[in-house]
């Protein structure tokens, strides 16, 4: 287990990621075709415990599997890990039965398979924080904005700490946003910035959306 949220395969913080991954094909004498193997996203939760990780990817490796793009973080007592991974096709069920049944583990799966479809161009991405009084629904409130103005959330990670002085509860949010061309005629990013700020008057906190260059480091943005 882990105190505070590490990197897994490269630099890991608390966050919801949503990214296109590339399957990884090796090459050896024996030569495994794409068509007999699956793609697999798992996302495991458990109690947090020295060796989870060891004990989750051991059961991948012992079924034949190979772990490609993953995501670990420790959230309050528990640890969060999600993982895309691909496994011969016959091993498909005993590796999800195997992970299902390993103690004080919660497993789900989900089909991965890639799409022919072209990768999404961007034609804007922006870098949103939130900072203030928590509030019930903060976030609903602000991801349902965004959507509103067809803005994609790549990542995004969300904390709260008791403030300095006083037993009032601060809440910060950090998220990396797109939005995809063709751009909606009525996109406007000026009105989007504006109703972000009345939705943080109302809520009694500050919420900035700035936007970010294609040589921005992401992780650096979120303070990892």
Do not use: W
Request: charged share 20%.
């Amino acid at each position: 287990g882990i105190s505070t949220p590490k990197l897994f395969h490269t630099r890991l913080s608390t966050m919801f990621v949503a990214s296109h991954i590339g399957r990884r094909v090796v090459q050896t004498s024996s030569v495994r075709t794409l068509s007999s193997t699956t793609s697999l996203i798992v996302n495991v939760v458990g109690i947090d415990r020295p060796g989870i990780v060891g004990d989750v990817t051991k059961n991948i490796t012992t079924h034949g599997g190979n772990v490609g793009e993953s995501l670990a973080t420790r959230l309050g007592a528990h640890f969060s890990l999600m993982m895309l991974l691909e496994t011969p096709n016959d091993n498909v069920e005993s590796l999800k039965f195997s992970i299902k049944n390993m103690d004080d583990i919660n497993a789900t799966f989900f089909n991965a398979e890639e799409t022919t479809s072209a990768d999404p161009v961007i034609g804007y991405t922006g870098f949103l924080n939130l900072e203030g009084a928590d509030n019930p629904g903060i976030v609903y409130k602000v991801t349902n904005l965004l959507a509103r103005h067809n803005l994609s959330i790549q990542k995004m990670k969300t904390s709260d700490e008791i403030a300095p002085h006083g037993g009032a509860t601060l809440f910060h949010m950090q998220a990396v946003v797109h939005a995809f061309e063709p751009m909606a005629r009525e996109f406007d990013i000026s009105k989007v910035q504006s109703d972000l700020e009345a939705v943080g008057d109302s809520l009694n906190c500050n919420i900035s959306l700035e936007p970010m260059q294609e040589n921005d480091d992401f992780e650096v943005r979120f303070g990892s």
